[in-house]
Nanobody
Framework: QVQLVESGGGLVQAGGSLRLSCAAS????????IGWFRQAPGKEREFVAA????????DYADSVKGRFTISRDNAKNTVYLQMNSLKPEDTAVYYC?????????????????WGQGTQVTVSS
């Protein structure tokens, strides 16, 4: 079992950057694929980015490609989401999720463990 804790959210102006972190407990973190999702008020939760357990393969939602970068440091039990060129429509609560497996996963129902979320607000 793994516990996930997000951090790094905040208020930023449009065009700015933030780096979110997803820190995990547990010695088997390196066996977990990790995904980032977000949920804006009144909207459904949506996929943002995912990374395989080795970090060798990543995937992104079209809306964030070229602006966001997902990476991981298994020695630190942490996955990062670097967010650049932020837009007001990126405003949401961002969640990281984990599951064991060798692939990456873009559907939220594929994940077994979730963090509590971190708020990202982008002002225009």
């Amino acid at each position: 079992q793994v516990q996930l804790v997000e951090s790094g959210g905040g208020l930023v102006q449009a065009g700015g950057s933030l780096r979110l972190s997803c820190a995990a407990s547990g010695r088997t973190y390196s066996t977990y694929a990790i995904g980032w999702f977000r949920q804006a008020p009144g909207k459904e939760r949506e996929f943002v980015a995912a990374i395989t357990r080795s970090g060798g393969v990543t995937d992104y939602a079209d809306s964030v490609k070229g602006r966001f970068t997902i990476s991981r440091d298994n020695a630190k039990n942490t996955v990062y989401l670097q967010m650049n060129s932020l837009k007001p429509e990126d405003t949401a609560v961002y969640y990281c999720a984990g599951r064991q497996g060798s692939s990456y996963y873009v559907k939220d129902e594929s994940y077994d463990y979730w963090g509590q979320g971190t708020q990202v607000t982008v002002s225009s």
